[in-house]
């Protein structure tokens, strides 16, 4: 079996905004994109993942991980969704190396 | 005086009312450090469950309704909305800690409306068997919307003269569909239309009438939980968002209360739909409003805007409003 | 001529029933864009609450029913199901642009029973007085296990000839435990095993019996949404599957409205028992036979075969075949 | 013997009462590997909803009560507590196979109270018509708190003395807090604080009474579940839990309907009181319970205590033990 | 304190297999696995992460992230994984290195 | 775009000491953290992702991951996480090498 290198964005941030990250994912080419629900604390805020009624629940985080084979795409996107919402939704993003199996579904 | 005296012993009683002291009750408990919690999809299904119940009814009575004599009204909710939005404004530009972006949101949220406050002044009505038009929940949307609309377009175009927004063009009907297709508008709006075009009384009857009332008392226990809840962040931002949300109610249900007297004597509107005009007026959008500004307004600090709506603002308007403008309206009709 | 107007009118008049306007107004408010959703916790409540109250009702009535009347109703139910699953199958492998694989599927799931459309047709009969066994429920499972084990059956021969899959030991048994085990059928069986061995009376006139209704106007909502949500994924396959979907409800309901009418003759089946082993027919599963057939029929595309049934199959079934079955009963009876 | 008859006949008619069918139905259907579920959020909500009915309905006719009368009881529900952990601790201290820590968590657990086990005693009496003081819902933290503070502090007193654990300062009122902060007690200390100090007559009828037996049999059908689903778990450890969770509630209920009946005879406790005394000692902990002994004596194992608890104990409480105190009482009193 | 090198195989594919891959994880003799829910958009379809009431709620992903301390077991998992449901069901896999500090629990 | 190397800190463990692990985090210094609600197998027990009403849901699984700068503090998190809760509790913690884009934001 041979694997193969590539690369795993992972954006942490605002569900209220996942719609436009991941229409930014779409539109640099990434195959696919992968959603987990979050919570947690960073510079702005505490997210609870607790499932008490939060009267705004749009406003608790997701996780976007996101498979790229060139590390070029996976730069594109971390920098178009830096850009484009980290000044005013918290959010981070960050790059893992990753072996896949099959190239040609990436 | 004697206007105070009864003012105070109808608060007192209104302290009494469950609907208060399931809200009074859910601030204790979380003050408590209590772990109770209720479901997000039970918050959820009780909000949907609500605004059906307002709809529907309102849609089965709007059949033999006048429905010119909501004219004035809806104009004078219209007015509303933006008079609240534009005085907010001003307010908070006196203010130099205040940022303004998060004077505009701030003074949108209190403009737009609450549906849980609404459903609480309704079923204080009812318990002070004072009637109103069958078409009053349908004044909702005519005071809600322009609102939302008007802070986030004032609050674009500042941030555009501020060249802080390179390309943002302002799409006024882009923001009333975000309003329309929000989870609160949509149901209400579903429900009127339900309640005119079929034939509904009989679920009505045997499930969205007799629930509504236990299912606010469940929704004032989560709205009471989120008020203490989000103290901690509205202690972060200035204090004038609280100074703003402990007045703000008062004034603008006055405005409102003054506007309804208007249509009282004008168009003979009925003097609950004045007290849930004023309540209207009164509350602050706890459910679709903070998405829409969020979106809207960016960069404004949602702290500030949510934390003086559900800490501050909520409370006053259901503990202080609801009682003040029954009373009134029982003095002055 | 005279029938099709008496049709027409009813069919008028059931727009105004709640129950297809909820539906209906699910599928607007979702074509709008509406962010309205029903959590999902809810939504399985619903149906076990639906599936309780249809299964105690009828364990209850069965005590003193005569359960030798019930075999030829089971027998034509079943062959109801094995007739339309067959039917189907020939149908789709005369249409060349359908995968093999997902006609088997398709055809399986609309020989299944929904027990959403079930409980809708229901309260139709009972707005319209028309009474029914108590053990017309049972029917259920006669109809859904046989349909979903010969679709997955035929489909494994089929799938074993073509030499696709090497070990694929078909285990009828299995495939029956796991329709049993599913969701729908252990409410519907749990519920009239309580109705005929406990004495629920009480639970069931204070809650499972009210709040029937209402809980059925809010799955109708969903079920509404969820049409509309998954038109897309219709489109992306052969057009066929939508005309399937829309001309299947009719003739398999017409099929159970014939072997039920036979029935009448026979042993004196009820107008109501047929009308709803028509609607049986007419239904097809929206929630155990899709999860069943995925693992019964891997190499099914489920979007054909959901897409079919949620988008067509369902509201055809609805609001066309519930109306129809009740005038066609009324006129025949 | 005649008691006998009588009691094995009420045992078999309480076979069909539907709070035990439900029981058994859902340790039946989990058996049969269903995989029909109750989501959580419904599982949270329903067990609010009934600790806020027993809560409000006890505040409501509290506020007429001679509160003397309950010194007494309150005591003897103490004294149940401390007596079940005390005798557990010794029990388990003679089987060398149990850890020490297990047992003493384990004997905190049955000490505490189940809010479902009591909420279907409820049900019990009111069927037969046996009334009670309003005021004995509120002798559950009587007997619950003091039962999970003396487990967690001999617990950690012995762990100190192992030299297990180094800087464990005791602080008894954590212990006390954590237990009120619970979600059960907060739900049915609040329940009484709203029925005492507000008037909430009309939403009580309309909403959390006509909802308590339905709501409870749907709670019933998820104990049932549990008990199944954590069978395999108590298998994992020692039997001696099975025995001692089999024989317990019976032992600890004999216990409390003893005390009961002294307190009978000097202040008049009522029969509905001693059966409700002696089902609060038999019930053990589900909601609350756990975490708190999870937190307070770590080392021990859940599976152990939980799983007895849970698989044994409640279907015991639920089934032997509600039956048994209220045949006792007809015959006694 | 000493680290120790270990592979995390990621799984992401319908819940209506999660049974049968674990069934595959534990036949390769696997110690554990930790599942989360998602939801995502690949090749084949999107999935919602939302909980707006899926009618075949079955049908949304789940991530499974299985550590081992050997190439060969998480290859071997990758492997039966792939071969046995991802032409019928949806579904991606990938490698990651990551760093154990008991390298007897794995 | 310049990357810098830093490290996520993985811990599986019981919702139950949630709050105690995130205490544990602040005191050591991170920046910030993300919980994501998880289910899974390990030595010690078999935890449901699925939402069935659990009558101990406190009891379920999270995963915490952690993004730090330097591996001392990530070694200090993984170190004290196991010593205070390791033995009386459910738990894995393990390190991935990651890349990140703002190196001040952690
Ligand atoms: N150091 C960190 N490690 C892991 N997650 C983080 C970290 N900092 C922030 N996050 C996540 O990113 C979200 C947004 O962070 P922020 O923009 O700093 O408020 C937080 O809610 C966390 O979920
Ligand atoms: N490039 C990708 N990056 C991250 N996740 C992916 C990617 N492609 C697919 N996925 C995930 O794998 C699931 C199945 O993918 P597929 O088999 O391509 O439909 C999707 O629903 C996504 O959750
Ligand atoms: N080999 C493994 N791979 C991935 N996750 C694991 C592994 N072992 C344990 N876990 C996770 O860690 C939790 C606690 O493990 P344990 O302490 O071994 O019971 C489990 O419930 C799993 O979620
Ligand atoms: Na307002
Ligand atoms: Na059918
Ligand atoms: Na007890």
Known sequence: MTL????????????????????????????????IPAGGKGSRNIRSTTDRASVVDDFSNIQIEIIVKNTEMAEAIMDKVRARYFKNYSGITYLEDIKILRPEKF | MDFLIDFLSRLVSQFQSPTLGFLIGGMLIAACGS??????????????????????????????????????????????????????????SLIPSVKREDGYATAGLFGAVSASTFAAAMVALDEESISFEAWVPALYPFMDIPALVLAIVLASIYMKKQNQDEQNDIDVWAIVKDSLQGSALSALLLGLALGLLTI???????????????????LMLIMGMEAYARINELRRVAHWYAVYAFVGPIVHGLIAFGLGYIAHILVDFSPGGVVLLAVMAASSSDISGPPTLRSGIPSANPSAYIGASTSVGTPVAIAICIPLFIVLAQAVF
């Open chain 1, 4 to 35: 193969h290198i590539a690369e795993k964005v992972v954006i942490v941030t605002e569900k209220i905004i996942a719609k436009g990250v991941c229409k930014i994912i779409d539109e640099c080419g990434a195959t696919g994109y992968t959603i």
């Open chain 2, 35 to 92: 772990r109770l919690t209720i479901p997000d999809a039970i918050y959820k299904f009780i909000v949907f469950m609500l605004l059906m119940k307002i709809g529907i009814n309102g849609g089965m009575e709007i059949r033999d309704a006048n429905l010119v004599e909501m004219l004035l009204p809806a104009l004078f909710s219209m007015l509303t909305g933006i008079v609240i939005v534009l005085l907010g404004i001003f307010v908070f």
């Open chain 2, 200 to 218: 509904p009384d009989r679920v009505f009857e045997s499930f969205y009438e007799p629930l509504f009332r236990g299912f606010l008392s469940v």
